[in-house]
DNA sequence: TCTCAATTGAGAATTATTCTCAATTGGAGA
DNA sequence: TCTCCAATTGAGAATAATTCTCAATTGAGA
């Protein structure tokens, strides 16, 4: 995949700006986000680093996904139920939400219409819009 | 204000078909959260209440809260800073929020054409829609 | 290779929210 | 009005995701 060379050459020019180092643990949690696809907690993905190295830290995977989302390689999302949810952003369009509350199934759509109304009601509002988040929660098909 | 009277009504007739009680902290904490407008998190309404009754215990706040927001008299918002804000429901449109980065200032508004496209995809998806939360963030027009 | 600012691991700290439990109370029925 | 008991309360402990602290380690430029 070479999207996932294009995240990494994102992530170390990212870093390489900020005076930063592009260290190995950080080049583990950027592949292990990468490799696992859909949504996952800070947690989660600790997991899926210890079983390439056991001795990543809690702490520097927290610090890593920072690094992470603020270079928009992922992007953290908040479904309310008290932990934050992280998926993979570059190589992707914006997209929104359907969280099921019974399954906890997630599936994503897109809308290119309701992007531009939001447009159009921050112009009006004269609100500079940085990022946002649309999501439905109900149930899915399967589950009602 | 009639509307705190049909928050009340709604609220006491809620508790009775669930064989639970109006209490006269319940009725406090009802009425400080309608006099307050806007956007409050649990310890603000404590503060407010406590001028009342200094006596009312954080427990029942959150407790009362989980209540109103049963029976919709308000909606829990969260807008990811890790405390949930609540705001009045009863007698309200939905509507959707932006959200200043910077200030913290919150800008409600009504767009019945996004909620239509909402409506559409969730259709499409076989999804249903128990309730949805749309948040822009940014900054608003004095801050940007 | 040397140097040192940046990074790390381990566990403590933080903080919103929920839970526990003994004491209190609202309100249905006598 | 009085009694009774399930529901409620206050106080503080518990929970849990995330952030912080700090001594030891490491990446990369000179």
Redesign the interface.
């Known amino acids: 995949m070479s999207s996932i060379r294009e995240a990494e050459r994102l992530f170390s020019e990212f870093l390489e700006k900020k005076k930063q180092k592009l260290t190995s643990q950080r080049r583990l949690i950027l592949r292990q986000a990468l490799d696992h696809g859909g949504h996952y907690t800070a947690d989660g993905l600790l997991d899926f680093c210890r079983k390439k190295d056991p001795t990543v830290s809690k702490a520097t995977v927290y610090r890593s996904l920072a690094l992470l989302k603020e270079c928009h390689v992922l992007e953290e999302q908040?479904f309310?139920d008290g932990k934050k949810l992280y998926e993979r952003a570059q190589g992707r369009k914006h997209h929104d939400h359907?969280v099921?509350?019974r399954c906890g199934k997630i599936?994503e759509?897109e809308?290119e219409?309701?992007e531009e109304?939001?447009s159009e009601?921050?112009r009006?509002?004269?609100?500079?819009?940085?990022?946002?988040?649309?999501?439905?929660?109900?149930?899915?098909?399967r589950c009602?």
Chains 1, 2 share one sequence.
Do not use: P
Not at 126 to 132: C, G, I, K, N, S
């Open positions: 908040d309310g359907f099921c509350v599936i759509f809308n219409k309701i109304l939001q009601e921050a009006k509002q004269r609100f500079q819009v940085v990022y946002h988040s649309l999501k439905l929660f109900g149930t899915c098909s009602s």
